[in-house]
């Protein structure tokens, strides 16, 4: 079952802008990440960060995780009409150890040029 | 980076036969795999782990007799969807770690079904 829950559920920003999105899951994990969906298309690996870490930092990207509350939140710089997508976090549960990831709801992002 | 293939990307099929979607590692060997699906406007849900050489785990909920999943060799798993209706219509998508599973993963384009 989907652990995760992320909001907003949509986004809509101008271009330069910067989107935040949030996730919250529910069980003690290993790491989350972040993946990017282009509508209709794969996902790209955007980020992982890992439960010991707090902050990860990759080019506009910036992602926090604080896992006392159990919740992540991706940050896109200076936004883009290229970075108009879905995103989704993902984690696997640390009891299980399978690497089978949890997906959160997402969240559509939508950069006006 | 690591690459993950699945063919076909997409499919269209009439009620009642079998489809059957590949899932291959193009340069990393893969012991396990995974399938998801996702409708339109949701979110990925995992359907199973494929484990090469030995049964798929099926998450609750998914009939493991519907959707047949062979993992013959450390690049390739398969998922068929037998007896196909509409309902199953949908975008497949497969996965499979690099490097264990402390690390990322690389997804596969995905395949569309269409059940008519």
């Known amino acids: 079952s989907q652990q995760g829950e992320e909001d907003p559920q949509a986004l809509s920003i101008q271009e330069g802008e910067n989107a935040t999105m949030n996730c919250s899951y529910k069980?003690?994990?290993?790491?989350l990440q972040w993946y990017r969906q282009n509508s209709g298309r794969g996902l790209v690996h955007l980020i992982l960060i890992r439960s010991n870490e707090r902050e990860k930092h990759s080019g506009r990207l910036r992602v926090t995780l604080d896992t006392s509350k159990k919740s992540s939140s991706l940050l896109i710089t200076a936004s883009r009409a290229a970075d108009t997508a879905s995103y989704f976090c993902?984690?696997?549960?640390?009891?299980?150890?399978?690497?089978?990831?949890?997906f959160g709801q997402g969240t559509t992002l939508q950069v006006k040029p | 980076g690591a690459v993950v293939s699945q063919h076909p990307s997409w499919v269209i099929c009439k009620s009642g036969t079998s489809v059957k979607i590949e899932c291959r590692s193009l340069d990393f060997q893969a012991t396990t795999m995974f399938w998801y699906r996702q409708f339109p406007k949701q979110s990925l849900m995992l359907m199973a782990t494929?484990?090469?050489?030995?049964?798929?785990?099926?998450e609750q909920g998914v009939e493991k007799d519907k959707f047949l999943i062979n993992h013959a060799s450390l690049t390739l798993s398969t998922l068929t969807v037998t007896s196909a209706h509409p309902e199953d219509s949908s975008f497949y998508i497969c996965?499979?770690?690099?490097?264990?599973?402390?690390?990322?993963?690389?997804f596969g384009p995905g395949t569309r079904l269409l059940v008519l």
């Open positions: 996965s499979a770690p690099t490097w264990g599973f402390q690390e990322t993963q690389y």
């Open positions: 993902a984690t696997d549960e640390r009891s299980s150890n399978t690497g089978k990831l949890i």
């Open positions: 069980t003690s994990i290993n790491n």
């Open positions: 494929s484990n090469e050489g030995s049964k798929a785990t099926y």
